[in-house]
């Protein structure tokens, strides 16, 4: 666990961070997860690398973030339409779970290369709206460690991300009523803007690939998802 002790130091988790059903989470799921994954997931729990990447969690406070979500389901089927259609992909749709997303709308994968042997699943990231795709050959824990102490720029990636320095920051806890994976405010955090402007994109709105999400655009999606 190398690579999980560095990446800590460098970006230091919460004191404390909430705790999953492992055991659950892998019953859902069908198949074990990576060790490094688990321990991740454990000292950080839900939130963002440098404002910026967000590991999905079982915990996580949305759709677009919870592992156990719907989300690997919908972008598994997009990128089947996007094979379809041409599109070269790294692996076969079936082979990539999406195990964290960037505010830009990008997406790190796993490439699964076989479900006995999760620890050596290893990375691909795709463009978030273009065709390119990168690859990286090791576990997500050295992946993660490798981009946040700049040792690997990540092309897709924009080349300010480690302008503040590498942070880590938790995802705020859900309100009352929030428990459904589903938020309703923008004022939630970085959770929210992913749900935000997937829905903005796929209804045709221009919203900027970083920062303040338009309040027209959140006004729109308020009104399309009352609940």
């Known amino acids: 666990m190398t690579e999980i002790d560095d990446l800590i130091r460098l970006c230091r988790p919460p004191a ?63 990128l089947t339409r996007d094979q379809d259609r041409g599109q070269a992909l790294p692996c076969p749709p079936a082979d990539l779970f999406p195990i964290a997303v960037s505010d830009n709308g990008e997406y790190v994968f796993w490439h699964t290369t076989s ?31 490798t981009v946040f102490s700049g ?10 991300l480690l302008a503040q320095g590498a942070s880590f920051t938790p995802a705020p806890p859900p309100g009352p009523g929030q428990a459904s994976a589903r938020v309703t405010t923008a004022a939630s955090g970085a959770m929210d803007s992913h749900v935000i402007r997937a829905w ?27 609940s």
Request: charged fraction near 15%; aromatic fraction near 12%.
């Open 151 to 160: 040792r690997l720029q990540v092309p897709l990636f924009p080349d300010s």
């Open 115 to 145: 479900a006995q042997a999760p620890n050596m699943w290893t990375i691909a990231v795709n463009e978030a709206r273009g065709l390119n795709w990168f690859t990286y050959d090791g576990s997500l824990a050295a992946f993660l460690l």
């Open 16 to 78: 404390t961070s909430p705790t999953a059903d492992w055991h659950q989470v892998e019953r859902t799921l069908g198949f074990t997860l990576p060790a490094d994954y688990r321990h991740l997931a454990t000292a950080y729990g839900p939130g963002s690398f440098c404002d910026f990447l967000s590991l999905r969690h079982p915990l996580g406070a949305t759709d677009w973030i919870s592992l156990t979500g719907p989300m690997t389901t919908t972008v598994q089927q997009q």
């Open 200 to 226: 903005a994109r796929e209804h045709g709105y221009d919203v900027p690939e970083r920062g303040r999400i338009p309040g027209s655009v959140i006004s729109a999606w308020k009104e399309a998802n009352p």
